[in-house]
């Protein structure tokens, strides 16, 4: 597609279950990157692929997240035993070139834990 | 630490003013990048400027400009004659080549026609 391609775009889970939000980066990209947007907030980093091995995922609040991009095109954020302090837009984004900082986002996927 | 601050969370100005966003950083290397991001209510976050720390020189882009200063650690953003269509959250953004963009909480910016 023309641009960073996020599903679902709204997901309501209940407390304790297991969740995966998709990512799909514009064609071409070997970067793509993780952030998670609480209410009121700016954008906080997560993880970065750069294509398919996790270079950097030091932003993962714990063991509960994890994240995978096995085919380097395709992300997938998975997020066991969910809590209602995980509800969030989760915002996935690419870049065709390392170390510039200029990133494509996509739309995001709201995550609302009850 | 590495930090963004932008102390206005909302603006709200009528069509064809002039307005100006703060945004004030601390951070202790000296070779860095800032940014500013845009995002509309759809939610993508949408590119607008970089500029590295070694180049103070003000740009102009359209009715976007930029005014960075180090020597107050601030990259203000000032939209001439606002539109409707600038109505949006925008985000300054520090980054030091790492991979990881450190963002400002945002202002939120309303254009009243």
């Known amino acids: 597609g023309a641009g960073v391609s996020q599903t679902p775009s709204n997901k309501v889970t209940e407390k304790g279950k297991y969740v995966e939000l998709r990512c799909d980066p514009i064609?071409?990209?070997?970067?793509l990157y993780w952030y998670r947007q609480s209410l009121g907030q700016g954008p906080e980093f997560l993880i970065y692929f750069q294509g398919t091995g996790a270079a950097d995922d030091s932003g993962l609040p714990n063991d509960r997240f994890f994240a995978v991009r096995p085919e380097g095109s395709v992300s997938t954020l998975k997020i066991q035993r969910t809590e209602r302090g995980d509800s969030a837009v989760y915002l996935c984004a690419s870049s065709s070139a390392l170390n510039t900082g200029e990133l494509f986002f996509g739309e995001g996927s709201r995550l609302t834990v009850l | 630490a590495q930090k963004v601050t932008q102390a206005q969370t909302e603006i709200s100005v009528v069509e064809k003013e002039d307005v100006t966003l703060d945004c004030v950083y601390e951070t202790r290397d000296t070779t860095y990048y800032l940014f500013w991001y845009k995002q509309p209510p759809s939610g993508e976050l949408v590119f607008l400027i970089r500029r590295n720390s070694f180049d103070e020189q003000n740009e102009i882009s359209g009715r976007y400009s930029w005014n960075f200063q180090k020597s107050t650690s601030s990259f203000n953003f000032t939209i001439t004659a606002s539109q409707v269509v600038d109505s949006a959250v925008y985000f300054c953004a520090l980054y030091f080549g790492n991979e990881k963009l450190t963002f400002g909480t945002g202002t939120r910016l309303t254009i009243i026609p």
């Open positions: 064609s071409g990209h070997t970067a």
